[in-house]
């Protein structure tokens, strides 16, 4: 028993100085009205049909309509906190944030009517202290005496991450909110508080790779042959779909026998991505064609015997492909996948005796199964 209420006073003395902050990490509190608008990673873009921000839209326009004349008398301000760590360094991730930001207040200004004078805002290049990584905050409420809404957030917060000033970098003095890229400028508003369900332009994304399991010669059987020099571009569009093309050649002996292997072949891959985001990361299902041809030669210097053993001709196979993406940082990322399906090789086997070779026989082949194994790199643009 004494070991229970020794544990449970243990527990209580652990929270009890996150119930104690100011503010804390739950800024909610402190907020007449809340919103938070998600933004893709590495892009400034506030799309309406992304992770919920039509709503938290229609909630921003709803309150700042009810809370006008308090913010016009000055007893309310809309403070508005960008918080960014997708750039490359601290700067990239504050002028990220700082766009992001200018975004929102540019939907409020240009929509509503707010002023530039009635925003408080922050940047920052660390994440929220909800831990979401791309999103911007804007809260409603009193203005505190010397604007450190900020700062009260990072209450027992600022240990794992450095707080940055609390106005850097806010709009400079005499400076404009960059124009909207929510929606069109041409198009007529609707009702007060309506909001289309499909807005903003759909990311393109092009990108280059390589797979690092044809370099090395690895074959899906599991054997190592030549190296294969390969590369591949993959153009990503409408938020779920990519096609990649690709192509591979190698000519030369490889191998731990130094067989020559001679293969070339060119693929085209399209691409189902599920989580449908507009990130293209994560998990995805394809459907690819391949072809191209071979030459196989077991011994180079010449074939013992005349029984054939060589090989050339043309392949083609087509099935499924699934495999993962997963970013190192805004532009490189790693990729791993197979291909599996069926694989149709017209052949004809030759007695290899140079500087001539001596056509055996036909060697056709067809097979279901394993067709590829892809580890690679690339880098989006």
């Known amino acids: 028993m004494n070991r229970i209420l020794l544990l449970l006073l243990y527990v209580f003395l652990l929270s009890a100085p996150a119930l104690g902050q100011e503010g804390g990490v739950c800024p909610a509190r402190r907020c007449d009205s809340l919103h938070t608008f998600r933004f893709v990673q590495g ?11 039509d709503h938290e839209l229609k909630r921003l ?9 308090s913010i016009a008398d000055g007893k309310m301000r809309i403070y508005v906190d960008g918080y960014c760590t997708s750039g490359s360094s601290v700067r990239d991730n504050l002028r990220l944030g700082y766009v992001r930001s200018s975004r929102v207040k540019s939907e409020l200004i240009t929509r509503k009517g707010m002023k ?3 925003f408080v805002t922050h940047n920052h290049a660390v994440p929220c202290p909800d831990e979401e990584r791309d999103v911007v905050v804007v809260c409603l409420r009193e ?17 794992r991450y450095p707080l940055l000033p609390a106005r850097a970098p806010s709009l400079p003095e005499g400076g404009t909110c960059p124009v909207p890229a929510l929606h069109e400028q041409s198009r007529p508003l609707a009702a007060e508080h309506a909001y289309p369900a499909q807005v903003g332009p759909s990311r393109v994304i092009f990108s280059l790779k390589t797979n690092l399991s044809d370099w090395a010669g690895l074959t899906p059987e599991g054997r190592l042959a030549a190296f294969r020099p390969n590369l ?5 569009f409408a938020r779920r779909w990519s096609v990649v093309a690709s192509a591979a050649y190698s000519g030369w002996k490889g191998g731990k026998e130094h067989r020559f292997w001679g293969v070339s072949g060119i693929s085209l891959e399209p691409r189902l991505w599920l989580r449908g985001d507009g990130r293209y990361r994560r998990f995805y299902l394809g459907v690819y064609g391949q072809l191209g041809d071979f030459d196989y030669q077991p011994s180079p210097s010449g074939d013992a ?19 993962v993406y997963l970013p190192l940082s805004r532009h ?24 001539h070779a001596y056509y055996h026989h036909d060697a056709s082949s067809v097979r279901w199964g394993l067709t590829g194994i892809n580890v690679g790199v690339g880098y989006r643009f």
């Open 43 to 53: 892009r400034d873009v506030l799309y309406a049909d992304y992770r919920g921000n």
């Open 61 to 69: 326009f709803a309150a700042v309509t009810a809370f006008r004349s």
């Open 116 to 118: 530039e004078a009635w």
């Open 143 to 159: 203005p505190l005496a010397a604007d450190t809404l900020s700062r009260s957030r990072y209450a027992g917060y600022a240990s």
């Open 232 to 236: 591949a571009a993959e153009l990503c």
């Open 305 to 323: 015997g005349a029984t054939g053993a060589s090989r050339t001709g043309c392949y083609w196979h087509t099935g499924l492909s699934f495999g």
């Open 332 to 355: 490189w990322g790693i990729e791993a996948g197979i291909r599996g399906g069926y694989r149709n090789a017209s052949a004809k086997a030759y007695d290899n005796e140079p500087p």
